[in-house]
């Protein structure tokens, strides 16, 4: 069965440094690969996707994710936190059903002290 | 074009009351996703619309949950003699559904039964 694991429930860190939410996935199928931000009292986001091809993704507010299929990891990362950037972030695969259902994993809690 | 939007953002229930809850999708969308958020947790599946046909319920808890879409759009998520355990937040996302698709989510309702 397909799996999805943040390690890091949370994760402080001061504004302006850099940042890496780790994901790991298990699957015995290629899947598609997603990260969501979830902002307070808001839905989902959606960040960035892997579908294929260049295994370094980019997606808004400068985050960028790089897809490794030997350690089946998807992490999140960002050179220099905002403030604004303090949320819950959502890693997510697509197991390429007929309709794309998604497994998410259980989240990070991103806190950006100033 | 507005986003998804879900109502009641907030329901109080007893226990052992039925509530339904609304989810107004983006026009034209042809798939709708319900999930159910812990608190601290990751969204998980309920159940997958295509258009008014309910392809997937394997999510549902139990039997006093049920779903619908009668006309393909706008969809209702019933749960009838609502236990504690139902506290959580109820997520609904729709997408193209031409597959590999970035879902888009609604605000949640959040529900606590007491």
């Known amino acids: 069965a397909q799996s999805v694991t943040q390690l890091d429930s949370q994760v402080p860190v001061f504004e302006e440094a850099p940042v890496e939410l780790r994901c790991n996935y298990s699957?015995?199928?290629?899947?598609?690969l997603f990260w969501y931000v979830q902002y307070p009292n808001q839905g989902l986001q959606l960040l960035l996707k892997?579908?294929?091809?260049?295994?370094l993704v980019k997606g808004i507010n400068g985050f960028e994710a790089e897809f490794n299929k030997s350690q089946t990891s998807f992490h999140l990362r960002k050179p220099s936190v905002h403030i604004s950037d303090t949320a819950e972030y959502f890693c997510a695969v697509d197991m390429k059903t007929s309709y794309d259902k998604v497994i998410f994993g259980p989240g990070t809690s991103l806190s950006v002290i100033p | 074009g507005a986003g998804v939007s879900q109502s009641p953002r907030y329901k109080v229930a007893k226990r052992g009351q039925d509530v339904a809850l609304r989810c107004d999708p983006i026009s034209g969308h042809v798939s709708l996703f319900w999930y159910q958020q812990a608190l601290g947790q990751g969204p998980e599946f309920l159940t997958y619309f295509q258009n008014e046909a309910q392809l997937d319920k394997s999510g549902l808890p139990s039997d006093r949950f049920f779903a619908e879409r009668p006309e393909g759009s706008v969809s209702t998520l019933k749960i009838q003699r609502t236990q504690q355990e139902d506290s959580a937040v109820y997520l609904c996302?729709?997408?193209?559904?031409?597959?590999?698709?970035?879902?888009?989510f609604g605000p949640g309702t959040r529900l606590l039964v007491l």
């Open positions: 892997y579908l294929s091809g260049s295994t």
């Open positions: 996302a729709s997408s193209l559904g031409l597959g590999a698709e970035t879902q888009y």
């Open positions: 699957s015995s199928v290629s899947v598609y």
